[in-house]
């Protein structure tokens, strides 16, 4: 996973001799927070020190067998070392355990993981998942998707079995609010006055979600799910036992991040891209929605509701890239009159009819893209890409020549489909 920013330190001081279920603790933890798919941890072995017993201990070499003292640190995101923590300190019986704020400024991973066919999804999902039910008030799983608890919430019955889903694409497609994505830029008065007729309305999850959603089983392969996921265009799927119970969700990003995870001694990396699919030139998309820095943002509607990815590249009279558009920007930077009429194409997922009657014809696309770009090249790795589209936390790259024109976009979906099939052929 990726911890770029604010995060906690979390050290740990045990024994050498603690043990938990008849195992040695620091390696028990160890295995614990890889297994809850933490960033990372680290043992060091003191020369020596003394606890809460107040008894010495030394590496001399009369003692070689002393009980050291022993420091686990562990550098995570806030929200995971919160879920996790209960687990530490249940398995830590004596010994100290402290908390630190601190700001990751870097964090490298030495090259792409190999990951098996055979892995199985639920080494890679994430287990923190929010659920509401089909009965939850409408109003109440809106306020989730526009907080950003979540961007997707599994509808599970009361046996915690999945029924639905429900998304910000449920909320643009079928609610009569504006999506997450505009919701989220709107004042306080405007989102309380949208809630407030969410709740006269007296609707429930039921209402809005999607039933019968494509789930799939923890024991299922990575492949399979990658398959899943790019054969229904969907971005995550719930993750069920034997029964059908929730048990976490899988999403493009998991099984991304998955693959750039730091690799360990235990498990060396072979070469997983033997010349196949090892630069962006091989997946890059080429047709792709290019305007003009001059263009009417009408314009710009009218090419995202019509390209898959939902952005623009945005080039001046020599095609080199200035800036992009994504459809959050145009809801972001948009004037309340402006914003009424995108969000009803991006609904409808048709161009503006009476752009005009909006204003969007007033501003043009370099009032509201950003600036400047993050831009690659055909032969950049596609490790090096991917990292890129992690860290900084975006989902497509333009792909520009030696003078800085636009040819090309790589995103998440395409390294995605690439690094499936080469793991499905690695076997």
């Keep these: 996973m990726q911890i770029i920013g604010k995060a906690k330190k979390v050290t740990i001081y045990i024994g050498e001799s603690d043990k938990w279920k008849r195992k040695p603790l620091h390696i028990a933890i160890l295995e614990m927070l890889k297994a809850e798919n933490c960033a990372g941890a680290t043992v060091t ?16 070499v009369v003692a070689l067998s002393a009980d050291l003292p022993l420091i686990v640190e562990w550098v995570d995101n806030p929200a995971r070392v919160d879920r996790v923590m209960p687990r530490v300190q249940e398995m830590v019986t004596e010994g100290l355990i402290t908390v630190q704020d601190v700001d990751v ?4 991973h030495r090259g792409l993981r190999h990951l098996s066919a055979f892995v199985p999804v639920q080494d890679v999902m994430s287990r923190n ?22 961007k997707t919430l599994p509808v599970v019955d009361e046996q915690g079995r999945v029924v639905g889903i429900f998304t910000d694409g449920d909320l643009l497609n079928r609610v009569s609010v504006l999506a997450t994505s505009a919701t989220a830029h709107l004042t306080r008065a405007e ?7 969410l709740r006269s309305t007296d609707q429930t999850v039921q209402d809005v979600m999607t039933p019968n959603p494509i789930t799939i089983t923890a024991d299922a392969t990575i492949p ?5 996921l790019l054969e229904h265009d969907i971005k995550r799927l719930p993750v069920v036992d034997s029964g059908g119970k929730l048990v976490g969700l899988v999403s493009r990003v998991d099984i991304l991040k998955a693959f750039s995870a730091p690799l360990t001694a235990e498990a060396p990396r072979p070469a997983l891209l033997p010349g196949r699919h090892a630069t962006v030139e091989e997946v890059m998309m080429t047709q792709i929605p290019a305007v003009r820095a001059n263009a009417p943002l009408g314009e710009v509607v009218g090419l995202l509701v019509s390209s898959v990815q939902r952005r623009a590249v945005v080039v001046d009279d020599d095609r080199c890239v200035v800036g992009i558009v994504s459809d959050g920007d145009l809801v972001k930077r948009a004037t309340p009159t402006e914003r009424s009429g995108i969000v009803q194409s991006l609904s409808r997922r048709l161009s503006p009819e009476r752009p005009e009657q909006y204003g969007l014809n007033r501003r043009t696309a370099a009032e509201v893209m950003t600036t400047p770009v993050i831009t690659v090249t055909p032969d950049t790795r596609l490790i090096d890409a991917l990292q890129i589209l992690l860290e900084q936390r975006i989902k497509r790259l333009p792909v520009v020549d030696a003078d ?3 040819i090309g976009l790589v995103g998440r979906g395409g390294i995605l489909q690439a ?5 499905a052929n690695s076997e």
């Design 45 to 60: 072995r003191a020369l020596a020190g003394f606890g809460a017993h107040s008894q010495i201990h030394t590496a001399s």
């Design 105 to 108: 400024t870097f964090y490298s």
């Design 129 to 150: 998942v929010h659920t509401v039910s089909p009965n939850t008030p409408l109003a109440e799983a809106v306020k989730l998707l526009v907080d950003r608890v979540s």
């Design 191 to 197: 989102l309380h006055a949208e809630l407030q007729h």
């Design 224 to 228: 399979q799910a990658v398959a899943l």
């Design 404 to 406: 800085g024109r636009l």
């Design 419 to 423: 690094l499936g099939q080469t793991v």
